[in-house]
Every structure is written in structure tokens, then in C-alpha cells.
């Protein structure tokens, strides 16, 4: 069945979660010196993981001819993984929560997948608007390619939950609604409490569907706007909300963040 409870959102859902821990560690980021966790995993890291994941597959694996195999289906998995299809891998085949979830060692790298098929489908679709739009037009597209997304997600959430769930179009519009911060001007004339309020609102709509999405909430849908649009609008205020945005530039957080994403 479909993964709609905040349970699977905390651990699955690629915008709320890699959004918020960028914007942990986004906030703590100085003049020169980018935050690592900002950027996208390096080969070694994603290499390292792979292997630690091997071999406790393989020791968990001995003893069980079932599950000895599994190691080739374990394989086909870190493919499709090194090549950001895992997404697509497991869109195919059963539900997220069946009984052989558990024995699915890399399931939570399919929304890394679909994270970095964005980052490859996005460079490429601004240039070409760089190229062939007129600059008014350029944001009335992006907005209309988001306007499509959030309408494919609400479709295949109704229609066809899996697709709507792994598959990028149905993501689009979470990512955009980020990367459609670099636009906005900055925030020269926000100040003092109303810095501070806005701030306080950004982390609130994030927090809010953790306490308040049940297993009957479908999603993505429009019910993951609230906290992309939360992730977005703490990214854009942290640098005037010197004080909220203090508790998530201390090196604590900043760590968490990182071995989050």
C-alpha cells in the first residue's frame, strides 16, 4: 500500500527532509565558506556506504538460502543506486511497506535518486530558457512547470499512489519551490521581529505536518506544499533572523544536518 504516514515522511520524502537539512546547515554557512552539507555527496561517500550496506546484507544473509538469493538482487539494487534509477527500481516492484521491505537494503536511496535527476534536468532547463525566453517570460515558465508538477503529483496521488510517490514529475514542484529562492531579492528591509516571526513560521509549517498528517493524508499531493514551502521560507530568512536562526548555525546542528542528508 501507499506510504502516506508521517512515519514514512520523516525517513522518505526527499523536499521536507533534505530541505530541512540544508537549512540547518545553510544557516550556519559565513562569507567564503559554503556549507559541505549543501552540496551533493561525494563518489567516495556514496562508495563507502555501499559497501558498509554490503556487507551487512551479506552477513545478515548467511545461513538463508532465501536470502543468499537476494544477493543478486542486492547488486541489480546498488546499480540502479550508483546510477540514480532507484527510484524507478522500486516504482516497479511491490509496495513500500511489504514483507520483504526489510531485505530492500538501499529502498532509501531512491530519493536521492530522484534528487539528483532534478539536479541534472534543472541546469539544463534554465539554460535553455537563458537561450530561447525572454527574460519576463522566464519565471512565468518555471511557474507553469511547477503548476504541471503539483498537478501530476494531485493525478497519480489519486490514481496511481506509486507513481505519484518515486517518480521525479511528481516531485518537481517540491524541488522548485527551493531552488526558486535564488530569484526572490534579499530580504534588506526585513529586520528585528518581523525577521524573527517569519522565521518562526518557516520551522511551523514544517513541523506541523509531523503532528498532524495521518495515514489518511494522501501525499505528495498539495499536502507536501506546506513544508516545502516552510523549507524555502526558513532558507530565505535565515540570514535576517539572527536569533531563531542562531539555534541552527551552532556546530550541533550544523552536524546533524550534515549526517542527515
Known amino acids: ?7 514514512a515522511m520523516r525517513t522518505t520524502v526527499p523536499s521536507s527532509s533534505a530541505c530541512a537539512a540544508r ?13 559541505s552539507a549543501c552540496d551533493t555527496p561525494s563518489a567516495t561517500t556514496l562508495s563507502l556506504r555501499l559497501v558498509a550496506s554490503a556487507m551487512i546484507a551479506c552477513a545478515s ?10 544477493r543478486s538482487a542486492w547488486l541489480a539494487d546498488a546499480g540502479a543506486s550508483l546510477l ?10 511491490s509496495g513500500y511497506f511489504d514483507a520483504d521491505a526489510h531485505e530492500k537494503w538501499l529502498l532509501h536511496t531512491w530519493s536521492l535518486s530522484v534528487e539528483e535527476q532534478f539536479y541534472l534536468f534543472w541546469p539544463i532547463t534554465l539554460v535553455l530558457l537563458m537561450r530561447v525566453a525572454h527574460p519576463r ?6 511557474l507553469l512547470l511547477g503548476a504541471a508538477s503539483l498537478g501530476a503529483a494531485m493525478y497519480f496521488t489519486k490514481h496511481d499512489a506509486m507513481a505519484g510517490f518515486y517518480l521525479l514529475p511528481a516531485r518537481i514542484y517540491e524541488f522548485l519551490l527551493g531552488a526558486l529562492v535564488v530569484f526572490l531579492p534579499p530580504l534588506t528591509r526585513v529586520r528585528g521581529l518581523l525577521a524573527e516571526v517569519l522565521f ?12 498532524t498528517y495521518s495515514q489518511q493524508t494522501p501525499f505528495p499531493s498539495y499536502h507536501a506544499l ?26 550541533v546542528s550544523a552536524y546533524v544536518g550534515r549526517i542527515s542528508y
Do not use: D
Open 84 to 93: 540514480f534509477l532507484s527510484n524507478q527500481v522500486y516504482w516497479k516492484e
Open 137 to 142: 517570460a522566464r519565471h512565468v515558465v518555471l
Open 200 to 211: 518562526a513560521i518557516a520551522l511551523l509549517m514544517m513541523l506541523v505536518p509531523a503532528f
Open 226 to 251: 506546506l513544508p516545502c514551502f516552510g523549507a524555502a521560507l526558513a532558507i530565505y530568512t535565515a540570514p535576517v533572523a539572527r536569533r531563531l536562526a542562531r539555534l541552527f548555525a551552532n556546530r
Open 61 to 70: 544473509s548467511m545461513g538463508s538460502r532465501q536470502r543468499r538469493s537476494n
Open 1 to 7: 500500500s501507499m506510504p502516506r504516514s508521517i512515519s
Open 23 to 35: 537549512t540547518r546547515t545553510c544557516a550556519a554557512r559565513t562569507p567564503g565558506r559554503p556549507a
